[in-house]
């Protein structure tokens, strides 16, 4: 069964610049998007299909903001401005859930490489509910007045999306929302069931490269060397102390070694070697005191093995820093009413954080503060979920390669969960 969302006041809302032709199939909506992921800051052909929906739909749009975003403002009345956000972004993974509608395109990254892409974090789903919540709220737009801003982000995945968009003028540009709404699909959780999380939420998110320098030589010799190898062996065994005796225990933080390379060959002591870290946090002190330890610690390290200040290890941010995500609590229950009277109670489930990252938790920094929160919304096949827990299977997890949601309850439970808390929101 498909789930056709068909705008049916079109022939009595006189105000509406509704054409005819504007019924929304939403599973194919989701399939074809599915079909065709593109990476981050290429966004161009997904972006300009949700543009030419919107605009069909009523929105006043601009194009083209912050890279590939959309921007989308529906004019109902006075009132309150809230902003709905979906990001557009595939990864450079190769699908491998055998669905007949499975992602087998190629695209290129950032470096020219030609790579398959894959929505395997959801991207598709968002943009699809989205969609769904837009014509829901056209259909009910008897129920609530005020200004309806949707955004259509790209390059949520490498954390550019919001902060373009925030550096083009998004709350100068267009009204000032009242609130930040946003869903996540949660590869946890079964079709039909949402879940929040009020306060913080989701993490900081750095990437850190090191290159740690030494002399090279040969691997009969080692003490004509200063082996950048077992220096790196030891800063990567330092690093593991630093959230079990530098941070807190009741404060939260991740360090983790994601990349190491260095030498090339059996016999021949490297020169450097080169290792790419993933930092998590979620308050700025933590962050700060991990970085600061991580620095110190690298360069105690190079001390230690007697090298002079110009090998000194080499430390670098990437700019891709993600903020971490602040569900405002008293918006967080307000969802958590709202959702309960949409879905049930028995379908709203209260979780934990994660340390997974989010850059919309952007749009709630900028000041003056915009009360901003994210839910997550079930994606599992309710039969897999089910035999998953009878027979301790792990489920695949967002970003893999056999990740695949469920997509008409997914999508139907996302729709009636925003539109429902949108509507109340307007209504208070």
């Known amino acids: 069964m498909k789930i056709i969302l068909s705008i049916l006041f079109i022939f009595i ?84 859930t055998g669905s007949p509608y499975s992602s087998k395109t190629k695209s290129f990254n950032q470096v020219g490489d030609e790579v398959f892409t894959m929505h395997a974090c959801g991207h598709d789903i968002h943009m699809t509910s989205l969609i769904g919540t837009v014509v829901d709220l056209i259909a009910k737009r008897d129920q609530w007045q005020g200004n309806l801003l949707v955004i259509m982000q790209p390059a949520e995945e490498v954390s550019g999306g919001a902060r373009n968009m925030i550096k083009e003028g998004i709350f100068k540009k267009f009204p000032r929302p009242d609130f930040n709404l946003a869903l996540h699909v949660s590869a946890d959780l079964p079709a039909g069931k949402v879940g929040y999380v009020p306060g913080w939420a989701m993490a900081n998110v750095d990437s850190m490269d090191i290159t740690i320098k030494g002399v090279g030589g040969h691997g009969a010799y080692p003490h004509t060397t200063k082996d950048p190898i077992v220096m790196a062996s030891q800063l990567i065994n330092s690093l593991q102390t630093i959230v079990s005796r530098e941070i807190a225990p009741i404060e939260a933080a991740v360090v983790t070694v994601g990349s190491i390379h260095g030498g090339t060959k059996h016999n021949v002591i490297p020169s450097e070697v080169r290792l790419q870290l993933t930092l998590r946090s979620y308050t700025d002190e933590v962050r700060n005191q991990t970085i600061s330890t991580i620095r110190r610690m690298a360069r105690g390290l190079a001390q230690a093995n007697g090298l ?30 709202s959702f309960e009277k949409a879905l049930g109670q028995e379908n709203v489930l209260k979780l934990s954080p994660v340390m997974g990252g989010e850059d919309f938790g952007m749009y709630g920094r900028v000041e003056p503060i915009i009360p901003t929160s994210l839910f997550w919304l079930g994606a599992v096949n309710k039969k897999v979920y089910d035999t998953s827990l009878r027979e301790n299977i792990s489920l695949p997890s967002l970003h893999s390669a056999f990740f695949l949601p469920d997509p008409e309850p997914t999508i139907s439970t996302g729709v009636k969960a925003m539109s429902g808390a949108v509507i109340d929101l307007y209504q208070d």
């Open 13 to 96: 809302v006189s105000t509406s610049t509704l054409s005819a032709d504007s019924d929304v199939d939403l599973i194919q909506l989701y399939k074809e998007l599915h079909l065709n992921p593109e990476l981050s800051f290429n966004e161009e052909k997904t972006s300009k299909k949700l543009a030419t929906i919107l605009s069909g739909l009523g929105f006043e749009v601009t194009e083209n903001f912050g890279g590939y975003g959309v921007v989308a403002l529906l004019k109902n009345g006075e009132g309150k401005t809230i902003m709905l956000r979906a990001d557009m972004d595939g990864l450079p993974i190769e699908e491998l």
């Open 308 to 337: 002079p200040k110009d090998s000194y290890p080499e430390i670098t941010l990437k700019d891709e820093y993600t903020p971490a995500l602040f569900n405002n609590p008293a918006l967080t229950e307000k969802l958590r009413i």
